[in-house]
C-alpha cells in the first residue's frame, strides 16, 4: 500500500512477534539478561510481566531463538486453559511426546522421565507459559511446584517462564510454595517519549527507510495516544504512514497524527 511511497522494503509497524523489529530498549535489555541467567542457570521458575502490548511474547522468542538446539529442549504453552490433567498432558506434547498414561501421577511420571533422559543427554528442558494469568486451575500450580521441586545437583530438570499482564503476579501470590521458587521477576514497562522515539525509529530503519518519516511534533502526539504501548504505537504510526500517503505529504506531521484521533 504505502511501502513504494516511503521506500520500505516492508511494513515497519505490523504487530507480528519478528525478532528483527525487537527494540532492545534498558528495560529490556535488563529482562533479557536476568532471564537468560535463570533460564542457563537451571533455575527452576522466573516470571516476566507486563501490560498487553508492551513485547512480552517477542523477547520470549527472541530468548528461545538464542538458546542452541543442543543444548536445551523449549516448550512453549501460548494458551494455558487445562481442564483435568490437560496441563501435564500439554507439556509432553510440546517436548514431542504423545502421553500415554491418563491419570494424574502416571503423566507426572512420564514427564519426569522425560525430563531425567534430557538432563542425562546434556540437554536443559525450558517451559514457557504465555498469557499465565488466564490460569484458572489451582491444580495447574500446584503442578508447576511440583515439577520445581525436581531438582537435582546440577540444576532444575525444568525450568519454567511465566509470562503475563500484571495481575500475573498477585495470583502467583496466592501459591506461595510455588512463589519460593520464582528466582527471577521482571516488567516491561511502557515506554517514555525518548523510547517511544527510539522505537519508532528503530522499526523504520529496519523496514529499510533512510530517513526520518515523523516529524518530532508527531512523534509527541504519537508517544500521547499510545501512552506508550508498543502495541499501540504500532497501530498509531502504521495509521500515519497511510494517511500521510494518501495526502501526498513529505513527512508525517503532527496534523495528520491529531487527525486520525
Same mark, same amino acid.
Given at each position: 500500500?504505502?511501502?513504494?511511497? =516511503? ?10 512477534? &519478528? ?17 537468560? =541467567? ?9 516470571? @516476566? ?12 522468542r527472541a530468548i528461545a531463538a538464542q538458546l542452541?538446539?543442543?543444548? %536445551? *529442549?523449549?516448550?512453549l504453552i501460548n494458551y494455558p486453559l487445562f481442564e483435568g490433567n490437560g %496441563?501435564?498432558? &500439554? $507439556? ?5 511426546? /504423545? ?11 512420564? @514427564?519426569?522421565?522425560?525430563?531425567? !533422559? ?10 514457557? $507459559? &504465555? !498469557? ?8 495447574? %500450580? ?15 530438570? @525444568? ?49 529499510? /527507510? ?15 495516544? /499510545?501512552?506508550? $504501548? ?27 497524527? *491529531?487527525?486520525?484521533?
Open positions: 500500500m504505502y511501502l513504494a511511497y =516511503w521506500k520500505l522494503k516492508e511494513k515497519p509497524f505490523d504487530n507480528t512477534p &519478528d525478532r528483527r523489529f525487537l527494540y532492545r530498549s534498558p528495560n529490556l535489555e535488563e529482562a533479557w539478561g536476568k532471564l537468560l =541467567w535463570a533460564i542457563t542457570g537451571g533455575k527452576s521458575c522466573a516470571m @516476566l510481566s507486563g501490560e498487553y502490548g508492551c513485547g512480552k511474547t517477542v523477547l520470549m542452541e538446539p543442543s543444548k %536445551f *529442549n523449549v516448550a %496441563f501435564l498432558r &500439554d $507439556i509432553i506434547v510440546q517436548f514431542g511426546d /504423545s502421553p500415554a498414561a491418563e491419570d494424574r501421577s502416571g503423566l507426572f511420571h512420564e @514427564l519426569s522421565q522425560k525430563l531425567k !533422559e534430557a538432563s542425562r543427554l546434556g540437554k536443559r528442558s525450558l517451559l514457557i $507459559i &504465555d !498469557e499465565a494469568q488466564v490460569v484458572d486451575e489451582p491444580q495447574v %500450580f500446584d503442578d508447576l511446584r511440583l515439577l520445581a521441586d525436581l531438582h537435582p545437583e546440577a540444576g532444575a530438570l @525444568l525450568s519454567v517462564v511465566l509470562v503475563g499482564q500484571p495481575e500475573l503476579r498477585e495470583l502467583v501470590s496466592r501459591y506461595p510454595l510455588l512463589e519460593q521458587h520464582i528466582s527471577v521477576r521482571c516488567h516491561l514497562h511502557r515506554f517514555d517519549l525518548e523510547h517511544t522515539v527510539r522505537y519508532v525509529s528503530h522499526r523504520l530503519r529496519v523496514a529499510g /527507510s533512510q530517513a526520518g518519516l515523523f516529524s518530532e511534533e508527531a512523534l509527541e502526539i504519537v508517544h500521547r495516544h /499510545s501512552g506508550g $504501548i508498543p502495541r499501540r504505537i504500532n497501530n498509531v504510526a502504521d495509521l500515519c504512514l497511510l494517511e500521510a500517503c494518501r495526502r501526498q505529504a513529505q513527512v508525517v506531521d503532527g496534523a495528520i497524527v *491529531n487527525h486520525l484521533h
